[in-house]
């Protein structure tokens, strides 16, 4: 559903804010817009860790930081926490981004 309400609207890139079911479900998106050769093929998310790193596996953290086109960290700990579980090519997608507005603008 998300490929085609996507394709249909000439959207190429997918961001899920989450590393959780919307993360999975923008990555099928993505892989199901590949293999057609339409639709979304980029795909990123961000990545929050506090609920995601308590259960690597069933958040396929691995997979996910690995397939996705890039990843926003909230901290520095939340980046070296993906490091930690996945492979080095991964890890120049993994940017670094603050939550929060700066109070003097």
């Given at each position: ?20 079911v ?18 979304p ?9 506090s ?55």
């Amino acid at each position: 559903m998300l490929w085609s309400l996507a394709s249909g609207e000439g959207i190429t890139h997918l961001h899920a804010h989450h590393a959780n079911v919307a993360s999975d479900v923008a990555r099928l998106a993505t892989d199901f817009g590949t293999h057609v050769g339409s639709g979304p093929t980029a795909w990123t998310f961000m990545m929050h860790g506090s609920t995601e790193f308590t259960d690597i596996q069933r958040h396929d953290l691995k997979a996910k930081s690995e397939s996705a086109a890039g990843v926003a960290c909230i901290s520095y700990y939340t980046r070296s926490q993906l490091m930690m579980v996945s492979r080095s090519q991964s890890w120049p997608a993994y940017d670094v981004i603050h939550c929060g507005v700066d109070p003097e603008r």
